[in-house]
């Protein structure tokens, strides 16, 4: 396989894992039963792919170009621990083709060197997990005779999948939810993607069912980690650091808590996740270790804006997470435009299930009409997060408005407040209904922005000057400081002193270095149970914005 081949089999693999994300999803109970692997492996494996379209024209990339690329997508995209698990099977492929494309000997190789991989991130592995179906690939890989691509490839999916089968038996906690383990199967879609690519059939694979919410339950209290009680999913990127380094850093984690793994893409992209009950002390632990950046807080708790048929019982719902399952057919014929400044803002919309309207420039008044009639529902919900004033939003809802299309504009100030509004959308509930609890969410998310003052000004606590930190609620700006870091503290501290359980930071292109790392450290320390989810917002103008619920 060529670099053209190995796309296909990404794109192969995106199509099987997004047909199989429900009943992968449904199987996750290990190590924390939030059922969000199979999303998760598919966020990831869309990082890959996107990452290899951002180098250009495929017919001009080598076979280790692509899989170099994809590793390091999918390392600076990773979404959860199997999502990082998943981006060192790519680092395998890509270190083994790094001379010549894949063939039935490089296979061999990339899923050993994998497995090899895989175990060197993992502060404590656990057997009967992906880990374990990896090294079977790996072992029916390098056991099969045959000189073939597609033969070699078969034996490989082939183990995977009788190992996957053997998961309950190894590991108590899946025995107990009668399951098997949610990212071995999602290992298995990726080689049957292979199979299917190379030779032509699609392996027939036995029907693994979900456990029942009693059965989850027992689960939960038979979880087999290291950690009491992991209150926090922390996640987030490193660069400027070093095999040693990153080796302490594993060692720290696997003291803050359990699930920990730390890897890399090969070249300078470092990635860590941890489960942990001072997500703080987890991020900190970051900051000595490198530049951090991409910072990810998701709590455990039970999403308190869970619709009821998400609160089955033993069910965890992070309602923090904007990577969540797109839209798929639903009662209704409602579609979702959000406009969005920044390409990583941008993503988060789209991978929530929006449709987006890109408003890094000034977005007028006819381009969001022209973006409403585009969309083919009958029922359009539009998050204009702040693009434009009241009046223009009026004119627009009016005018978009007619015999074949209902159209509802949300009261969504910032791009904070349209997360918020997204995050307890249901088609399930009539439009109106659906469009206020949306609002209402909207509504009770207090926000925030930092900026640099471009010139000096007079504000209403005071005259900044250029270069000023400037900590605006709202459209008002409240704090004034010639640091801009401090001020980002202090109007945290404002913001969260009427309380708050939950914060997003948004951060801009020009964000500097470190101050994710530091605003969520500091909401850490001085505001103990607050969540706090950290995305990379990339619009211009805002440093940061911030949402508190």
Not at 464 to 480: K, N, R, S, T, Y
Request: charged letters at 20%.
């Amino acid at each position: 396989m060529d670099g053209t081949a190995l796309l296909r089999w990404g794109r192969a693999c995106l199509d099987g894992l997004a047909n199989r994300r429900e009943e992968i999803n449904a199987l996750n109970v290990f190590p924390i039963p939030d059922a969000d692997t199979g999303t998760n492996l598919l966020a990831t494996m869309r990082a890959a792919m996107d990452a290899v379209a951002a180098r250009g024209p495929v017919d001009a990339l080598t076979t280790h170009d692509v899989a170099a690329a994809m590793a390091r997508g999918a390392t600076i995209g990773a979404r959860g621990n199997s999502g990082i698990i998943l981006s060192q099977v790519l680092r395998g492929i890509a270190e083994a083709v790094r001379h010549e494309p894949l063939t039935a000997t490089t296979l061999r190789d990339a899923l050993n060197r994998a497995s090899v991989l895989v175990r060197e991130a993992l502060s404590e592995p656990i057997e009967g997990t992906i880990l374990t179906v990896l090294d079977c690939a790996a072992a029916s890989a390098t056991a099969c005779p045959d000189t073939s691509l597609a033969d070699v490839a078969l034996a490989a999916a082939d183990g995977a999948a009788k190992a996957l089968g053997d998961t309950p038996s190894q590991l108590g906690v899946l025995r107990a939810a009668g399951v098997v383990d949610a990212g071995a199967r999602g290992l298995v879609v990726l080689l049957d993607s292979l199979v299917a690519l190379t030779l032509g059939e699609i392996p027939i694979r036995p029907e693994y069912h979900p456990p029942d919410p009693v059965a989850v339950r027992s689960a939960e209290g038979n979880a087999e980690t290291g950690s009491a009680e992991p209150q926090y999913e922390v996640m987030y990127l490193l660069a400027d650091t070093d095999q040693d380094r990153m080796a302490r850093l594993r060692t720290r984690l696997a003291e803050l808590g359990d699930s920990v793994v730390v890897v890399g893409d090969g070249d300078r992209s470092w990635s860590a996740h941890v489960h942990c009950a001072d997500a703080g002390a987890a991020v900190e632990a970051g900051l000595t270790a490198g530049k951090l950046s991409g910072i990810r807080i998701e709590s455990f708790a039970p999403a308190k804006h869970a619709t009821p048929h998400d609160m089955t019982p033993g069910h965890l719902v992070t309602h923090t997470t904007m990577d969540s399952e797109k839209e798929t057919d639903g009662p209704a014929d409602r579609g979702i435009l959000a406009v969005a400044a920044g390409d990583g803002a941008a993503e988060l919309f789209e991978d929530a299930g929006a449709v987006v309207l890109a408003g890094d420039g000034v977005v007028t008044a006819a381009a969001l009409l022209a973006a409403i009639r585009a969309m083919p529902n009958r029922e359009v919900l539009v998050l204009p997060n702040g693009a434009l004033p009241a009046h223009d939003l009026v004119a627009v809802g009016v005018a978009a408005r007619d015999a074949h299309r209902d159209v509802l504009l949300l009261p969504s100030a910032s791009m904070v407040q349209g997360f918020a509004a997204l995050a307890v959308h249901d088609r399930g509930r009539i439009a109106v209904d659906d469009a206020f609890a949306m609002s209402e969410a909207a509504a009770t998310t207090r926000w925030g922005s930092l900026r640099a003052a471009p010139e000096r000004a007079l504000t209403m606590v005071g005259t900044c000057e250029a270069g000023d930190g400037l900590g605006l609620v709202g459209h008002d700006v409240v704090v004034i400081d010639h640091d801009v870091r401090a001020a980002g503290l202090t109007l945290l501290d404002r913001m969260l002193a009427f309380g708050g359980e939950l914060v997003t930071l948004l951060m801009g292109a020009a964000a500097p270095d470190g101050l994710a790392g530091e605003l969520a450290a500091h909401i850490g320390e001085s505001f103990p149970g607050v969540e706090v989810t950290v995305y990379s917002g990339g619009q211009h103008g805002d440093l940061v914005q911030i949402g508190v619920e």
